[in-house]
C-alpha cells in the first residue's frame, strides 16, 4: 500500500532552519504532483507548498514565500521541504501529501495520500 513518511521534525529556535524529509512507497512516485501541508494548534490545516513531477515547478503559500523550499529526489522517493528563518508561528504538525491528478494543487481535498505528519516546534 501507499506510505508517506516524513522525518526531521524537531524543537528549533526562532531564525533557525530545519530540514523535512517524506519518503514514498507503494506509488510510482515520478508520477505524482506532492504537497506540504501544516496544522498548527486549534487551526486549519493548511497549504504550505507543492512541488511538479519533474521537480522544475514549485510553489508556495505567502508564509513560506522566500523561507521555504521543496524539492524531490526521484531516484529515492523523496521529497523535501528546506525551512530557514523560521518563526514561532511556523509551529505545527506538517504532512506531506500525493496526488496523481493535475499540475497545480493547493486544497486538502486534492491530494490523495498523506503522511503521519511531524512535529516542528519554533521556540522564541
Known amino acids: 500500500q501507499v506510505q508517506l513518511v516524513e522525518s526531521g521534525g524537531g524543537l528549533v529556535q526562532a531564525g533557525g532552519s530545519l530540514g523535512l524529509s517524506c519518503a514514498a512507497s507503494?506509488?510510482?512516485?515520478?508520477?505524482?504532483?506532492m504537497g506540504w501541508f501544516r496544522q498548527a494548534p486549534g487551526k486549519e490545516r493548511e497549504f504550505v507548498g507543492g512541488?511538479?513531477?519533474?521537480?522544475?515547478?514549485?510553489y508556495y503559500a505567502d508564509s513560506a514565500k522566500g523561507r521555504f523550499t521543496i524539492s524531490r529526489d526521484n531516484a529515492k522517493n523523496t521529497v523535501y521541504l528546506q525551512m530557514n528563518s523560521l518563526k514561532p508561528e511556523d509551529t505545527a504538525i506538517y504532512y506531506c501529501?500525493?496526488?496523481?491528478?493535475?499540475?497545480?494543487?493547493?486544497?486538502?481535498?486534492?491530494?490523495?495520500?498523506w503522511g503521519q505528519g511531524t512535529q516542528v516546534t519554533v521556540s522564541s
Open positions: 501529501a500525493a496526488t496523481a491528478t493535475g499540475t497545480y494543487r493547493i486544497r486538502i481535498g486534492d491530494y490523495e495520500y
Open positions: 507503494g506509488l510510482s512516485f515520478s508520477t505524482y504532483l
Open positions: 512541488i511538479n513531477r519533474s521537480g522544475g515547478r514549485t
